[in-house]
Protein backbone atom coordinates (compact mmCIF):
# COMPACT_ATOMS: atom_id res chain seq x y z
CA UNK A 1 0.00 0.00 0.00
CA UNK A 2 1.57 3.17 -1.40
CA UNK A 3 0.54 6.45 0.32
CA UNK A 4 0.53 9.35 -2.09
CA UNK A 5 0.95 13.30 -1.09
CA UNK A 6 -1.08 16.07 -1.95
CA UNK A 7 -3.81 14.08 -4.10
CA UNK A 8 -5.69 15.78 -6.44
CA UNK A 9 -9.40 14.35 -6.12
CA UNK A 10 -10.54 15.07 -9.03
CA UNK A 11 -10.96 12.09 -10.91
CA UNK A 12 -12.82 10.80 -7.07
CA UNK A 13 -15.44 12.48 -7.08
CA UNK A 14 -18.43 12.10 -9.42
CA UNK A 15 -19.19 15.80 -9.62
CA UNK A 16 -15.67 15.98 -10.52
CA UNK A 17 -14.43 18.65 -8.24
CA UNK A 18 -10.93 19.59 -7.32
CA UNK A 19 -9.91 19.42 -4.32
CA UNK A 20 -6.60 18.12 -2.58
CA UNK A 21 -5.90 14.96 -0.09
CA UNK A 22 -2.91 15.53 2.28
CA UNK A 23 -2.57 11.86 2.18
CA UNK A 24 -4.09 9.57 -0.20
CA UNK A 25 -3.88 5.79 -0.32
CA UNK A 26 -5.96 3.04 -2.08
CA UNK A 27 -6.93 -0.05 -0.26
CA UNK A 28 -7.35 -3.15 -2.62
CA UNK A 29 -7.69 -5.57 0.98
CA UNK A 30 -9.20 -6.32 3.87
CA UNK A 31 -5.72 -6.93 5.57
CA UNK A 32 -4.63 -3.58 4.22
CA UNK A 33 -7.39 -1.85 5.76
CA UNK A 34 -7.04 -3.80 9.45
CA UNK A 35 -3.07 -2.72 8.93
CA UNK A 36 -4.11 1.47 8.54
CA UNK A 37 -6.24 1.22 11.23
CA UNK A 38 -3.91 -0.54 13.50
CA UNK A 39 -1.24 2.15 13.29
CA UNK A 40 -1.93 5.22 16.41
CA UNK A 41 -1.69 8.08 14.09
CA UNK A 42 -4.33 7.08 11.73
CA UNK A 43 -7.24 7.75 13.46
CA UNK A 44 -8.32 10.54 11.55
CA UNK A 45 -9.53 9.20 8.44
CA UNK A 46 -12.10 10.29 5.56
CA UNK A 47 -13.51 7.29 3.23
CA UNK A 48 -13.49 7.52 0.15
CA UNK A 49 -15.45 4.91 -1.94
CA UNK A 50 -17.41 6.08 -5.30
CA UNK A 51 -17.26 9.48 -4.70
CA UNK A 52 -20.92 9.34 -5.98
CA UNK A 53 -22.98 11.03 -3.34
CA UNK A 54 -20.80 13.77 -1.78
CA UNK A 55 -19.70 17.36 -2.67
CA UNK A 56 -16.72 18.30 -1.59
CA UNK A 57 -16.10 21.93 -0.74
CA UNK A 58 -12.71 21.95 1.08
CA UNK A 59 -9.34 20.58 0.80
CA UNK A 60 -9.01 17.22 2.87
CA UNK A 61 -6.47 17.57 5.48
CA UNK A 62 -6.14 14.02 6.81
CA UNK A 63 -5.27 10.75 5.26
CA UNK A 64 -8.30 9.79 2.28
CA UNK A 65 -9.15 5.94 2.09
CA UNK A 66 -10.26 4.87 -1.77
CA UNK A 67 -11.74 1.65 -0.82
CA UNK A 68 -11.00 -0.93 -3.34
CA UNK A 69 -11.92 -4.52 -1.70
CA UNK A 70 -13.90 -6.48 -3.91
CA UNK A 71 -15.30 -9.73 -4.09
CA UNK A 72 -18.48 -11.39 -4.28
CA UNK A 73 -19.68 -14.85 -2.90
CA UNK A 74 -23.00 -16.59 -2.19
CA UNK A 75 -22.90 -18.14 1.74
CA UNK A 76 -26.37 -19.83 1.69
CA UNK A 77 -28.81 -21.70 -0.67
CA UNK A 78 -31.98 -22.52 -0.32
CA UNK A 79 -34.80 -23.21 -2.78
CA UNK A 80 -36.46 -19.72 -2.64
CA UNK A 81 -33.67 -17.09 -1.57
CA UNK A 82 -29.91 -16.62 -1.67
CA UNK A 83 -27.53 -14.68 0.85
CA UNK A 84 -25.68 -12.79 -1.58
CA UNK A 85 -22.33 -11.12 -0.18
CA UNK A 86 -20.62 -8.03 -1.79
CA UNK A 87 -17.39 -6.03 -0.74
CA UNK A 88 -17.29 -2.77 0.25
CA UNK A 89 -15.23 -1.64 -3.45
CA UNK A 90 -17.65 -3.54 -5.92
CA UNK A 91 -19.24 -1.29 -8.00
CA UNK A 92 -22.73 -1.18 -7.24
CA UNK A 93 -24.20 -1.36 -10.45
CA UNK A 94 -21.70 -4.47 -11.92
CA UNK A 95 -22.95 -5.97 -8.62
CA UNK A 96 -26.62 -5.03 -9.51
CA UNK A 97 -26.33 -7.06 -12.99
CA UNK A 98 -24.26 -9.77 -11.33
CA UNK A 99 -27.26 -10.70 -9.33
CA UNK A 100 -29.38 -10.33 -12.24
CA UNK A 101 -27.03 -12.70 -14.36
CA UNK A 102 -27.89 -15.31 -12.02
CA UNK A 103 -31.23 -14.55 -11.74
CA UNK A 104 -30.96 -13.04 -8.18
CA UNK A 105 -34.27 -10.93 -7.48
CA UNK A 106 -34.87 -8.15 -5.56
CA UNK A 107 -32.37 -5.21 -6.82
CA UNK A 108 -33.28 -4.58 -10.03
CA UNK A 109 -34.87 -1.17 -9.37
CA UNK A 110 -31.52 -0.16 -8.56
CA UNK A 111 -29.97 -0.50 -11.34
CA UNK A 112 -27.48 2.12 -12.71
CA UNK A 113 -26.96 4.11 -9.34
CA UNK A 114 -23.32 5.53 -9.16
CA UNK A 115 -20.88 4.64 -6.45
CA UNK A 116 -19.64 1.44 -4.73
CA UNK A 117 -21.53 -1.44 -2.30
CA UNK A 118 -20.08 0.01 0.68
CA UNK A 119 -21.61 3.38 0.48
CA UNK A 120 -24.72 2.43 -0.15
CA UNK A 121 -26.06 1.80 3.13
CA UNK A 122 -25.04 5.00 4.29
CA UNK A 123 -27.58 6.47 1.65
CA UNK A 124 -30.18 3.62 2.14
CA UNK A 125 -30.04 4.08 -1.71
CA UNK A 126 -33.59 3.86 -3.49
CA UNK A 127 -35.19 4.13 -6.85
CA UNK A 128 -38.63 3.64 -8.69
CA UNK A 129 -40.17 2.28 -5.39
CA UNK A 130 -36.89 -0.13 -4.12
CA UNK A 131 -35.15 1.10 -1.06
CA UNK A 132 -31.79 -0.60 -0.13
CA UNK A 133 -33.16 -1.62 3.06
CA UNK A 134 -35.55 -3.81 1.27
CA UNK A 135 -33.22 -6.66 0.69
CA UNK A 136 -30.42 -5.66 3.06
CA UNK A 137 -29.87 -8.59 5.51
CA UNK A 138 -26.11 -7.23 7.29
CA UNK A 139 -23.40 -5.57 6.66
CA UNK A 140 -19.36 -5.75 8.23
CA UNK A 141 -18.18 -2.38 9.35
CA UNK A 142 -14.60 -1.62 11.33
CA UNK A 143 -14.78 1.06 13.83
CA UNK A 144 -12.06 3.61 13.21
CA UNK A 145 -11.01 4.40 16.63
CA UNK A 146 -10.07 0.44 17.75
CA UNK A 147 -9.90 -1.22 14.48
CA UNK A 148 -12.58 -3.50 15.65
CA UNK A 149 -14.68 -5.50 13.37
CA UNK A 150 -18.46 -4.98 13.95
CA UNK A 151 -22.06 -6.41 12.81
CA UNK A 152 -25.07 -4.34 11.82
CA UNK A 153 -28.34 -6.35 11.31
CA UNK A 154 -30.92 -4.50 9.29
CA UNK A 155 -32.75 -2.92 11.87
CA UNK A 156 -29.11 -1.91 13.44
CA UNK A 157 -28.91 0.49 10.91
CA UNK A 158 -31.66 2.43 11.85
CA UNK A 159 -32.90 2.79 7.85
CA UNK A 160 -34.97 5.63 6.93
CA UNK A 161 -35.39 7.85 3.56
CA UNK A 162 -32.10 8.24 2.77
CA UNK A 163 -30.46 8.26 5.81
CA UNK A 164 -29.04 5.29 8.21
CA UNK A 165 -27.38 5.47 11.40
CA UNK A 166 -24.08 6.06 9.14
CA UNK A 167 -25.22 9.17 8.68
CA UNK A 168 -26.16 10.44 12.06
CA UNK A 169 -25.17 9.12 15.44
CA UNK A 170 -22.46 7.01 14.04
CA UNK A 171 -21.40 9.04 11.02
CA UNK A 172 -17.32 9.07 10.73
CA UNK A 173 -16.87 6.20 12.86
CA UNK A 174 -17.22 3.05 10.50
CA UNK A 175 -15.69 1.86 7.55
CA UNK A 176 -18.45 -0.73 5.85
CA UNK A 177 -16.37 -3.91 4.63
CA UNK A 178 -19.03 -5.93 3.31
CA UNK A 179 -22.93 -5.98 2.61
CA UNK A 180 -25.07 -9.23 2.91
CA UNK A 181 -28.32 -9.26 1.10
CA UNK A 182 -31.36 -11.57 0.76
CA UNK A 183 -32.49 -11.88 -2.98
CA UNK A 184 -35.53 -14.06 -4.43
CA UNK A 185 -34.24 -17.56 -6.93
CA UNK A 186 -37.54 -17.88 -8.12
CA UNK A 187 -40.93 -16.65 -7.79
CA UNK A 188 -39.70 -12.84 -8.11
CA UNK A 189 -42.09 -9.74 -6.72
CA UNK A 190 -41.45 -7.35 -9.40
CA UNK A 191 -42.17 -3.38 -8.97
CA UNK A 192 -43.22 -1.84 -11.81
CA UNK A 193 -45.34 -0.08 -10.48
CA UNK A 194 -43.59 3.51 -9.90
CA UNK A 195 -42.53 6.04 -12.07
CA UNK A 196 -42.10 5.28 -15.73
CA UNK A 197 -41.21 1.33 -15.32
CA UNK A 198 -45.10 0.38 -16.76
CA UNK A 199 -44.85 2.86 -19.81
CA UNK A 200 -41.23 1.68 -20.70
CA UNK A 201 -42.13 -2.25 -20.26
CA UNK A 202 -45.40 -1.01 -23.00
CA UNK A 203 -42.64 0.75 -25.24
CA UNK A 204 -40.99 -2.48 -25.38
CA UNK A 205 -44.40 -4.72 -25.40
CA UNK A 206 -43.52 -6.09 -22.46
CA UNK A 207 -46.52 -7.97 -20.41
CA UNK A 208 -44.80 -10.28 -18.63
CA UNK A 209 -41.38 -8.90 -17.41
CA UNK A 210 -38.01 -10.51 -15.90
CA UNK A 211 -36.09 -9.28 -13.70
CA UNK A 212 -34.03 -8.22 -16.52
CA UNK A 213 -36.55 -6.50 -18.10
CA UNK A 214 -37.06 -4.15 -14.93
CA UNK A 215 -33.69 -3.29 -15.05
CA UNK A 216 -33.62 -2.48 -18.61
CA UNK A 217 -35.83 -0.70 -17.93
CA UNK A 218 -34.87 1.52 -15.49
CA UNK A 219 -31.77 1.63 -17.23
CA UNK A 220 -33.72 3.36 -20.30
CA UNK A 221 -34.84 5.97 -18.06
CA UNK A 222 -32.09 7.02 -16.07
CA UNK A 223 -29.97 7.46 -19.19
CA UNK A 224 -32.95 9.69 -20.53
CA UNK A 225 -33.36 11.86 -17.68
CA UNK A 226 -29.94 11.81 -15.57
CA UNK A 227 -27.19 12.52 -16.91
CA UNK A 228 -23.41 10.65 -17.01
CA UNK A 229 -21.38 11.62 -14.69
CA UNK A 230 -18.36 10.74 -16.96
CA UNK A 231 -19.44 13.26 -19.51
CA UNK A 232 -20.71 15.77 -17.10
CA UNK A 233 -20.21 16.43 -13.27
CA UNK A 234 -23.09 15.32 -11.08
CA UNK A 235 -23.85 13.60 -8.04
CA UNK A 236 -27.61 12.22 -9.42
CA UNK A 237 -30.47 13.61 -7.54
CA UNK A 238 -29.14 16.42 -5.15
CA UNK A 239 -31.94 17.55 -2.61
CA UNK A 240 -34.47 14.65 -1.27
CA UNK A 241 -38.16 14.61 -1.92
CA UNK A 242 -39.60 16.38 0.69
CA UNK A 243 -42.26 14.66 2.85
CA UNK A 244 -44.92 17.60 4.13
CA UNK A 245 -48.24 17.17 5.94
CA UNK A 246 -51.54 16.37 3.54
CA UNK A 247 -52.92 19.57 5.04
CA UNK A 248 -49.62 21.68 4.04
CA UNK A 249 -50.41 19.50 0.45
CA UNK A 250 -54.04 20.44 -0.04
CA UNK A 251 -53.15 24.48 0.80
CA UNK A 252 -50.45 24.02 -2.07
CA UNK A 253 -53.27 22.03 -4.10
CA UNK A 254 -55.70 25.12 -4.19
CA UNK A 255 -53.01 27.48 -5.53
CA UNK A 256 -51.27 24.40 -7.92
CA UNK A 257 -53.88 22.39 -8.99
CA UNK A 258 -51.15 20.11 -11.19
CA UNK A 259 -48.38 19.38 -8.55
CA UNK A 260 -47.89 15.94 -8.67
CA UNK A 261 -47.40 14.21 -4.78
CA UNK A 262 -47.04 10.64 -3.44
CA UNK A 263 -49.19 9.75 -0.45
CA UNK A 264 -47.00 7.84 2.30
CA UNK A 265 -49.67 7.43 4.66
CA UNK A 266 -53.27 9.84 5.40
CA UNK A 267 -50.90 12.54 7.54
CA UNK A 268 -47.66 12.65 4.76
CA UNK A 269 -47.50 13.32 1.18
CA UNK A 270 -44.02 13.25 -0.90
CA UNK A 271 -43.79 15.93 -3.22
CA UNK A 272 -41.10 15.94 -6.25
CA UNK A 273 -38.17 18.06 -5.37
CA UNK A 274 -37.41 18.31 -8.88
CA UNK A 275 -41.31 19.49 -9.81
CA UNK A 276 -41.05 22.28 -6.78
CA UNK A 277 -37.62 23.54 -8.53
CA UNK A 278 -38.33 23.91 -12.08
CA UNK A 279 -41.31 25.98 -10.88
CA UNK A 280 -39.11 28.43 -9.46
CA UNK A 281 -37.37 28.79 -13.03
CA UNK A 282 -33.82 26.79 -12.42
CA UNK A 283 -34.53 24.09 -14.55
CA UNK A 284 -31.76 24.54 -17.15
CA UNK A 285 -30.19 27.81 -15.49
CA UNK A 286 -26.19 28.15 -15.16
CA UNK A 287 -24.16 30.48 -12.91
CA UNK A 288 -20.80 30.31 -14.11
CA UNK A 289 -19.75 26.43 -14.46
CA UNK A 290 -22.46 25.38 -11.55
CA UNK A 291 -25.69 24.84 -12.90
CA UNK A 292 -29.41 23.10 -13.00
CA UNK A 293 -29.30 20.23 -15.59
CA UNK A 294 -31.68 20.88 -18.29
CA UNK A 295 -33.28 17.63 -18.53
CA UNK A 296 -33.94 16.81 -14.63
CA UNK A 297 -34.25 20.07 -12.04
CA UNK A 298 -33.17 17.83 -9.86
CA UNK A 299 -29.55 17.19 -10.39
CA UNK A 300 -27.18 19.99 -10.31
CA UNK A 301 -24.05 19.90 -12.46
CA UNK A 302 -20.05 21.00 -12.93
CA UNK A 303 -20.19 22.15 -16.35
CA UNK A 304 -16.31 22.34 -16.40
CA UNK A 305 -14.48 23.57 -13.41
CA UNK A 306 -16.91 24.74 -11.34
CA UNK A 307 -15.57 24.85 -7.20
CA UNK A 308 -17.48 22.66 -4.69
CA UNK A 309 -18.37 26.50 -2.81
CA UNK A 310 -19.76 27.20 -6.20
CA UNK A 311 -22.51 24.04 -6.24
CA UNK A 312 -23.02 24.67 -2.94
CA UNK A 313 -24.16 28.02 -2.95
CA UNK A 314 -26.09 27.42 -5.92
CA UNK A 315 -27.86 24.51 -3.87
CA UNK A 316 -28.78 27.10 -0.88
CA UNK A 317 -30.30 29.87 -3.93
CA UNK A 318 -32.42 26.96 -4.77
CA UNK A 319 -33.46 25.75 -1.00
CA UNK A 320 -34.22 29.96 0.11
CA UNK A 321 -36.44 29.85 -2.91
CA UNK A 322 -38.41 27.05 -2.30
CA UNK A 323 -38.78 28.05 1.10
CA UNK A 324 -40.11 31.32 0.38
CA UNK A 325 -42.36 29.90 -2.73
CA UNK A 326 -43.70 26.54 -0.94
CA UNK A 327 -42.83 27.04 2.91
CA UNK A 328 -40.76 23.70 2.00
CA UNK A 329 -37.42 23.09 3.69
CA UNK A 330 -35.49 21.20 1.19
CA UNK A 331 -32.88 18.66 2.61
CA UNK A 332 -29.19 17.73 0.74
CA UNK A 333 -29.50 14.08 -0.47
CA UNK A 334 -25.39 14.36 -1.04
CA UNK A 335 -23.16 14.65 1.80
CA UNK A 336 -21.44 18.33 2.29
CA UNK A 337 -18.06 17.91 2.76
Given at each position: MKIEQNKSLKEYNTFGINVIASEFAEITSESELINILSKKNQKELFVLSGGSNMLLTQDINV????????????????????????NGGENWHDFVQYCIDHDYGGLENLSLIPGYVGSAPIQNIGAYGVELKDTLLSCEAYEISTGKKHIFANEDCKFGYRNSIFKNEEKGKYIISKVTFRLSKKNHTLNTTYGAIENALADHKITNPTIRDVSEAVIRIRKSKLPDPSEIGNSGSF??????????????????????????????????????????????????????????????VNYDNASGKEILDLAKKIQKEIEGKFDIKLETEVNII
Open positions: LVLHLLIKGITCTEDSDDTVLVSAFKNPVISTNHFTQLQNSYPQIPSYTIDKNNIKVPAGWLIEQCGFKGKRWGDAGVHEKQALVL
